[in-house]
């Protein structure tokens, strides 16, 4: 099956045949704008200016049609109705589509397309004159008169209606009579190389259409892919979802094979448990074979299977409540007939029963249903040829709303009888708004007999007048698809199947929300896991459960009460947990069998079908895995998940390890795991430490009340961060100025705080901390005092053992536990407080030790980079003083031992804790080196950061007199600058050309001079530009050429695009670049970078152009004269650049300018940006000074 051109299909038919529809409306006076009054009107004919030269005019039918579409969307609107007639055609053609390759057609000539290979011409246009569609004597005439105009097109369309109209008395539910509104909307051909039709016909083979159904579900999939992709844009816009769009963004179209997985081990399970001797398993691929049981738990099950040996085919009952276009269903057919066939029914017999007795569905959109409704057709189709003849109704309904039954309609219904009135108004108050809530909605068993009898009085009652009988099109059109969806809903099931709705809370409106806390708060988060919670309560007792789902139900902290009812009440068979990929990038995804009875003891089966929980496998990568032969299987019986707080579906857990969790210590008991900190706003309450004046920054305060009296007004924020253990991540400070009182009092329009200061008892406090989002491995990390902490910097707190508990947190042995406690991205405090600790008084000694190291190692390699607060001088300048190569391979020797070090320390701790855990053999204490997480020596990487450095010291931010920020904000004080005077004017210019005594490059040779020598000079600045490996045939012009086009990004990136350094520069030609340090920021530096430097800057440009104008001139060598041309043209693109930003940077420099360094590098630079500059006659031009970031 070619997807891709199904897809590519399925999305461009949406577009043209609503552009098709919204021409066709336009014809008529209708447009989105609104509804024309026709410009003409008499009996039986209307006119109507669509802006032509040659109005429109309609008759009679089609008047009549027009004020039903008029109708319609006043009561939807013009988008909605448009939607719904460009699906219903799109589902009729694909529809006829299936069935002319099939030969499924009552008439066996093809409609859209021919038999005879090659041929464009549709068989039902070329043997018009020949077919049975109950033509009158009217349409055989325009038949002929047509065929003869060769208006084949017209021709075309009028029979397709009519195979339409034909097929309704089989296919009702599908084809509806198109005498309605839907039939003046329809424009369709076959020779237009770009309709629907001929894309249909050329791009989708037929073999994906023969005997494939499946190819429905697909169609349907990605027909709406545009409409999802909409919603999804408007949701993070913060629109809800409405319930139009619903169907839209909440469907995913199950793979084929893990549907097949989820029938055979559900609906086949079932029959072979009551009929073991069956061989029809050999042909269910992805049946799971239980597993082997104790002998107790043996007799339980053979007690139970005993009290329903006598199952008959026809008395199983399958739904699926989510059915979209019905691919379940189809596979839960398949599977039936072969249980019929091996109980000894006929094909045909079977076909019949299985639409009649087995098979139920339900969904909230009418588009799907119809779908579905075609596909389980179908297949009953081929297995009975005559079953359209049958008049059999399958038990599948488009959930419908209640909402314009009347009361008068109910009081015509019940007649006077009293209990028909009280079930109806119930069923009224019951689907009211029922679109929104679809199969979630519970409903009482009532005697729906009894109802029925009354409604089949009316519709057999001819004798009536005008009122009565609008009243009997209502019971018929509108109350009766109501009580049909009433009885499916009302009943319970021997086989629940479905893949749910996928919605969080964001989707939802307050509708929605109000209705999931009032009836299913156990898990209101998201539709799917509510569908858990519904499908079982749907379910027999001794009934199964199947589902594809998201795995958040299976850990998460808010689905507790749920996993506690599943364990404590159900039974688990067994799950394939297939991690990422089965619905692309997605959350991940579990399938999964409960049986709807709780049997103690009961072993189910798991398997793992991922490898790394990050990782976004392929469904055919998955299901490979299912196959082979693989370590992934777990046997565990459910009542373990009990001995775990919180009761996670932990399958892949050790016994040693469950048993911690009776021996050991609840963290929770030890210490306290908390969330922090959520601003509400961090753009304006963060900021990176190195943005602000350092003088404001409050650092290794212990308590609230000292912080709050030291007037500062940031102070360090732990908000998570990358992977790294041990020490680090402290990049973040928090404007918690008067203890925190403009985050406390930050209020929404309607008066509600919007921030969450939570457990500030623990603010500032020493503690251990954690991602709560993590992609692979998680890390803990510590934190001494003067730290708030985020809602994702999670933090524990206590005072005894904190380097024992963390050197626990930080092996093997807690990173297996927490594997099978969350292994999704996050881990929440319940996670952490769930953690079992045991006590070893033999090894806490040596494990203290070893921790404390650690952090250690880990803090000096943090604060080796210039970007912690606690960093001191660049290493280099800590070897050898003479050769930076030397110094460098002394770093990189000193890195590994430390590197080898702490990895070696890692996997002591882990041997430790694996004795104390007892697993041994089941978890290696070896550490992988890309899970060590300290930075080895880089050439390129350090050579660049020794190049930042010496910025810095040109800046004045550092200094080669003292260690640690010298500047950042505060008084300038010259005298910490006497070994390498930083820049006077804080402006460095960057150009090609050393135009400026300051010039960038002239400053680094000189830094390189100060720090390691004059005589080895030459050497060091050829050692960093063969490192740097930029152009040039000379070291100085490497190293320029990395100023020009390298260190600015390179800066940007080392400051998360909050730069210190900020670089003006006039564009692309290089005409003008000037660094400048945003602490020593003055008003009036942008006006001395004109004049001082740009105007000079200038000035040199041209004279060398004019210096090149001569050589151009006098010169007799071709390549000299070459070489000139070429340079004085890249002199004069680069003069014109300066001149546009030199009118720029006037504009600026006469509004001198003031920053705030406590608004950040966003806010500042962005003053700086988008400078508007205009001349006379010409369009307003927007320049940046600074580069963009």
């Known amino acids: 099956m070619d997807k891709k051109a199904i897809k590519t299909f399925a999305i461009e038919s949406r577009k043209k045949l609503i552009e098709e529809v919204k021409y066709q409306a336009s014809l008529l006076g209708i447009t989105a704008k609104g509804i024309a009054e026709p410009v003409e009107k008499a009996e039986g004919i209307e006119v109507y200016d669509i802006g032509a030269s040659n109005p429109n005019t309609i008759y009679d039918e ?41 030969d499924y057609l009552p008439t066996r000539v093809r409609v859209l ?50 195979q339409c109209n034909k097929l309704n008395e089989i296919l009702p539910e599908l084809f509806e009579k198109t005498t309605d509104y839907t039939e003046l909307l329809l424009s369709i051909s076959f020779t237009n190389e770009e309709g629907v039709v001929r894309q249909l016909i050329d791009n989708i083979s037929e073999e994906d259409f023969n005997d494939q159904v499946e190819v429905i579900g697909w169609l349907y999939q990605y027909y709406n892919t545009e409409l999802k992709d909409d919603t999804f844009k408007q949701l993070k816009k913060r629109v809800k979802i409405s319930k139009e769009r619903i169907p839209a963004v909440t469907q995913l179209f199950t793979p084929d094979w893990i549907v097949r997985y989820m029938v055979e081990n559900s609906l086949g399970r079932l029959w072979l448990e009551y009929h073991p001797d069956s061989n029809l ?17 043996q007799i339980e099950l053979a007690k139970i299977r005993e009290e329903s040996k006598n199952l008959k085919p026809e008395d199983i009952k399958v739904i699926d409540p989510a059915m979209g276009s019905g691919h379940i269903l189809i596979y839960a057919f398949d599977v039936l007939m072969q249980i019929y066939t091996s109980a000894g029914y006929s094909d045909k017999d079977a076909a019949e029963s299985i639409l009649k007795n087995n098979l139920y569905g339900l969904d909230i959109d009418d588009r799907a249903y119809q779908l579905a409704y075609f596909a389980v057709m179908m297949k009953g189709r081929s297995f009975n040829r005559k079953i359209f003849t049958k008049n059999v109704e399958p038990q599948i309904c488009a959930i419908q709303e209640s909402n314009k039954i009347t009361d008068e309609l109910i009081n015509f219904v019940a007649d006077g009888d009293l209990n028909i009135q009280k079930d109806l108004r119930y069923l009224v108050e019951t ?105 079982l309560n749907m379910c027999k007792n001794g009934g199964y459960m199947s589902m594809i789902n998201i795995p958040v139900w299976m850990f998460l902290s808010s689905y507790e009460d749920l996993r506690e009812i599943i364990i404590k009440f159900k039974t688990f068979i067994n799950m394939l947990h297939f991690g990422r990929g089965i619905f692309g990038s997605d959350f991940g995804t579990t399938s999964f069998i409960i049986k709807n009875q709780y049997i103690n003891g009961y072993k189910a089966t798991y398997r793992q079908l991922f490898e790394k ?30 001995k775990i707080p919180g009761n996670p579906i932990a399958y892949r857990a050790n016994e040693n390890l469950l048993d911690a969790f009776v021996n050991g210590k609840e963290l929770s008991t030890l210490a306290d795991a908390k969330q922090g900190l959520a ?56 404007n918690w100025e008067n203890d925190g009182f403009e985050i406390k009092n930050i209020y929404d329009k309607k008066g509600k705080l919007r921030s969450r ?64 406690v969350s292994p999704t991205v996050n881990y929440e405090v319940g996670h952490i407080s769930a953690l079992p600790l045991i006590q070893s008084v033999e090894e806490e000694e040596s494990i203290i030790k070893i921790v404390k190291e650690n952090i250690n190692i880990a803090k000096e390699d943090w604060d080796s980079f210039e970007t912690s607060w606690n960093f001191n001088i660049h290493p280099l300048l800590t070897f050898d003083r003479h050769h930076i190569e030397r110094a460098f391979n002394e770093w990189k020797s000193f890195k590994q031992d430390i590197f080898s070090k702490l990895k070696s320390n890692e996997i002591n ?35 660049k950061n020794f190049i930042s450095y010496s910025v810095g010291c040109m800046l004045g931010r550092f200094s080669l007199d003292e260690q640690g920020i010298i500047y950042a904000g505060g008084q300038w004080d010259p005298l910490k600058y006497t070994i390498f005077v930083p820049d006077d004017d804080n402006i460095i210019p960057i150009l090609d050309t050393e135009y400026f005594e300051d010039d960038i490059v002239g400053q680094f040779v000189e830094f390189v001079k100060v720090t390691f020598g004059e005589e080895t000079l030459e050497e060091n600045l050829d050692f960093i530009a063969q490192a740097l490996k930029n152009k040039g045939t000379t070291s100085r012009e490497v190293i320029r050429n990395y100023f020009l086009t390298d260190f600015y990004k390179d800066h940007v990136k080392t400051y998360k695009k909050h730069p210190i350094y900020w670089l003006f520069d006039s564009g692309r030609d290089n005409g003008f670049k000037a660094l400048i340090y945003m602490h020593r920021y003055e008003p009036d530096l942008v006006a001395r970078i004109r004049t001082d430097y740009l105007h000079k800057t200038q000035k040199a440009l041209e004279t060398t152009i004019a210096h090149n104008d001569r050589i151009i001139e006098t010169s007799t060598s071709a390549s000299e004269k070459s070489k000139a041309v070429k340079a004085k043209n890249k002199l004069v693109k680069q003069l014109e650049e300066t001149k546009k930003y030199d009118e720029a940077l006037a504009h600026i420099a006469n509004q001198k300018i003031e920053i705030d360094l406590d608004d950040g590098v966003k806010v500042n630079y962005a003053k700086f940006q988008g400078v508007e500059v205009s001349k006379e006659g010409k369009k307003i031009t927007k320049i940046d000074l600074l580069k963009k970031l």
């Open 909 to 943: 701790i882990n041997k430790s804790f694996i004795d104390i855990y007892n697993v041994n053999g089941d978890i290696s204490p070896d550490v992988e080196d890309k899970y060590v997480t300290l930075n080895k020596a880089d050439l390129l990487k350090d050579v």
């Open 113 to 162: 397309s021919s038999e005879t290979e090659g041929k464009i011409e549709p068989d039902i246009v070329t043997e018009a004159s020949h077919i049975d569609l109950d033509f009158t004597e009217e349409e055989i005439e325009q038949i002929y008169l047509l065929k003869n105009n060769n208006k084949l097109d017209e021709l075309f369309r009028l029979l397709f209606i009519k």
């Open 281 to 297: 398993k050999d042909n269910w691929i992805y049946y799971l074979e239980e597993a082997e049981q104790e002998p107790e738990v």
């Open 431 to 535: 689907f009211k708004d029922a679109k929104e809530y679809g199969s979630i909605i519970d409903v009482n068993q009532l005697n729906f007999n009894y109802i029925l009898n009354r409604v089949n009085e009316i519709k057999t009652d001819y004798g009536a007048d005008l009122k009565t009988m609008k009243l009997k099109e209502s019971v018929i059109n509108i109350l009766l698809p109501i009580l049909k969806q009433s009885e499916i809903f009302a009943n319970n099931y021997d086989i629940v199947i479905t893949n749910p709705p996928y919605m969080g809370k964001n989707g939802m409106d307050k509708n929605l929300i109000d209705y999931l806390k009032l009836n299913y708060p156990k898990t209101k988060s998201d539709l799917s896991t509510v569908f858990i919670e519904k499908t």
């Open 679 to 734: 601003t509400a706003d961090n753009n304006r309450f963060l900021r990176f430490w190195y943005e602000l004046d350092i003088f404001k920054c409050g650092f290794d305060f212990k308590d609230p009340i000292s912080a709050k009296n030291s007037q500062m007004k940031w102070f360090p924020y732990n908000k998570g961060g990358d992977f790294r253990k041990w020490y680090g991540n402290q990049e973040y400070m928090v």
């Open 757 to 820: 200061p939570q457990n500030t008892q623990f603010y500032f406090l020493e503690s251990l901390s954690w991602s709560k989002v993590t992609i692979g491995t998680i890390a803990f990390r510590y934190y001494s005092y003067g730290f708030l902490f985020d809602v994702a910097g999670c933090s524990i707190f206590l005072k005894q053992n904190k380097y024992y508990l963390l050197g626990f947190l930080n092996s093997k042995v807690c990173e297996e536990i927490l594997s099978f």
């Open 62 to 102: 089609a008047i009549k049609q027009r004020k039903n579409l008029v109708k319609r969307i006043n009561e939807k609107g013009f988008d909605n109705v448009v939607e719904e007639v460009a699906y219903t055609w799109f589902n009729r053609i694909i529809a006829i589509r299936f069935m002319e390759v099939n």
């Open 613 to 642: 929980k990050s990782a976004v496998d392929s469904i055919k990568q998955k299901k490979s895995w299912f196959f082979e032969e693989r370590d992934d299987k777990y046997i565990i019986n459910q009542n373990n998940f009990l």
